[in-house]
């Protein structure tokens, strides 16, 4: 089932559980009963509730969006890593830097292919990526240069391989979910919390009052899934992409 049909319906239940709970108290409050009676107290405890709601709300989005523009930063900072690697090795002898390519674009097209789809359905990368890039490192750490020329390009040849890898345990460790369980369970609760408000303040069954209740019970629903979607950064809907592998290996896809 596609995500953004799961946040129609979503987003329908939650105006149609509200609007019927609405109905059905409507039915069972009496001719007599005054909704201008409502305590100051509720108005004030509801503007309060949704006010602090709204805030962890938006620190919640803030955070889950963070976490995935860092996320495509830890691939786009990998594929550069290897794309230095992959084009510094021009100095080594031809059959050095042919097999040092070779590895590099070995590794690049793994990620693309099998890699991202084992993180996109597991959430963890695959031992055989772990293989292709300690290969990318041995060629380099074991070749020995046979001039200053070479020898210049050596440490940096390094340094790049250094930090693919650091890009790549950065990768591993954004794969998953960034919301802990226990923020989930306030979310949700709040929502109830916010959206239950609606009932202590006697809103009538009248077309203008139906309307709001919905569309406030709808926004709610769209903001957590927004924040369910850009939770786990290369899984969902608007995820990070392998877009920078692409883009700098053109023939790894």
Known sequence: MSEWLVLVLAMVAACAIVLAVQVLQQRRIGEDDDPSETPDVIEYM???????????????????????????????NEAQALHE?????RVYPAGVRDRIRADVDAYVSHVVTTEWHTMRTKGELTDKGTQLLDKVRHD????????????QAYQPLLDQVTAADDARNARADSTGATMPGVVWFG???????????IFALQIRRTPRELLLAGLFSALIAFLLFLIWDFDAPY????????APFLMLFPGAG
Request: no cysteine; hydrophobic share 50%; proline share 1%.
């Open 46 to 76: 509801t503007m309060m509730i949704g006010v602090v709601y709204a805030i962890v709300l938006g620190l919640a989005i803030a955070g889950v969006w963070e976490a995935r523009s860092a996320a495509q930063d830890h691939v786009r």
């Open 85 to 89: 690697v992959h084009e510094r090795v």
């Open 187 to 197: 979310l949700i609760t709040g929502a109830l919390v916010t959206i239950g408000m």
């Open 235 to 242: 899984s969902r809907g608007v995820a990070a992409t392998a």
């Open 140 to 151: 380099v750490t074991d070749y020995e240069p046979k001039n200053d020329f070479e020898a």
